[in-house]
Structures are given as C-alpha cells and as structure tokens.
C-alpha cells in the first residue's frame, strides 16, 4: 500500500511536470533580468567615471608638486625664479591628463598651472589647478 506522501512525490514528478520545468527561462523573466542590470548599469557608470576623474585628478597634483621642486632646485642654483621656465620639468603630467605652465616668473615668485586634458577635461570643476612659490592650492576643492 502506498502511503499519501508517496502518491504526492510520484504525481510532482511526473512527465508534463518534468518537461514544464526543463523548458528555462520565460521572455517576461529575462526581459526583467535585462531591466535590472541595465537600471544597476546606468546607476554604476556615471559614478565609475567621477572615481576615475578623481583618481586622474591626483596625477596633476603630483606632477605640480614635482615641478614646483624643480623650480625651487632652479631658484637655488641660480638665486632666483627668473628665468625658471617648462624646461625645468616635462610640460605634461606623467599619465598625460594634464598639460603644465609657469606663469607670473618674478625673482620671487611663480605660479604652476596644470590644465585637464582629453576625456579628463569633462570634470568641469576642476579643469585647472594651480599652485604658486608660497604653496596655495587652488582651487582648493580640488587638492
């Protein structure tokens, strides 16, 4: 004699039970699947591109800093920022985000511009940096 459990088991696994569920995916689930990750993808690359941006962004600051080195090594060999120019250091940033300038030579003062580049230029807030010989960073958001 067969149990009640038994006649349950047996009739959950019959053929058309079976096959029903061997077929995979409907349209309607896939078509949810395709929403989800287009929705998590839209959310996901706007964000990535700010964090890449950002991280390029201490390219600039690095390159600033050396080039600022530079110059100080230029005024103490020579006793004067005059004549310091982009032949002191490279006139772009090391990954290349960034193009740099020296503006504002006096004997006692300079100013180190680097201004974004490229796909780097799209960061609209800080499109240039800067920072002269007494080490103001602006804009300051930016450092």
Do not use: H
């Amino acid at each position: 004699m067969k149990t009640v459990f038994q006649k349950t088991a047996m009739a959950s696994t019959s053929p058309a039970v079976l096959r029903k569920s061997l077929l995979g995916f409907t349209l309607i689930e896939l078509l949810i699947v395709v929403a989800i990750v287009g929705i998590l993808a839209a959310i996901a690359v706007p964000s990535y591109q700010t964090q890449v941006r950002e991280a390029r962004r201490s390219d600039a600051q690095t390159a600033l800093t050396r080039f600022a080195l530079a110059v100080e090594r230029y005024a103490v060999a020579q006793g004067s920022y005059l004549g310091a120019t982009t032949a002191v250091y490279s006139t772009t940033s090391v990954d290349g985000y960034y193009t740099l300038s020296i503006s504002n030579v006096t004997a006692s003062t300079y100013t180190l511009t680097a201004s974004a580049t490229g796909t780097q230029a799209a960061d609209t807030s800080c499109l240039s940096l800067t920072l002269d010989q007494a080490g103001n960073k602006l804009p300051t958001a930016c450092w």
